[in-house]
């Protein structure tokens, strides 16, 4: 006997036009080879030199923190991730890594 469905069939006709993002649109086509392997080299910083403030929000992976750099007393983001699997971790890193400095990332 098969599962229950959980989503409805989708309603959009053959050859209607699908959505786009109007920002990241082609983002991923312009991406060179090493865009689309899970490697990543990650350098670990002295997480002690860091001060959370408050919460802003949390996700998936983890919670969003706007902390304070205790060495410059700039500003700054703080992730912390719950107990993922190594890929996980490797990837959300790599995707936090692309897209800073775009509109609206903090």
Do not use: H
Request: aromatic share 8%; hydrophobic share 30%; with cysteine.
């Amino acid at each position: 006997m098969a599962p229950p469905k959980k989503y409805p069939k989708s309603t959009r006709k053959k050859g209607a036009l699908r959505t786009v993002a109007r920002t990241y649109a082609n983002a991923a086509q312009q991406q060179p080879k090493e865009y689309w392997n899970d490697l990543c080299n990650i350098d670990w910083e002295d997480q002690d030199k860091y001060e959370v403030l408050q919460q802003l929000g949390k996700g998936k992976y983890g919670e969003v923190f706007e902390g304070l750099n205790m060495e410059t007393g700039q500003r700054c983001v703080v992730k912390i991730m719950r107990p993922v699997k190594e890929q996980r971790l490797k990837r959300e890193i790599k995707i936090l890594r692309l897209v800073s400095g775009g509109p609206n990332i903090v």
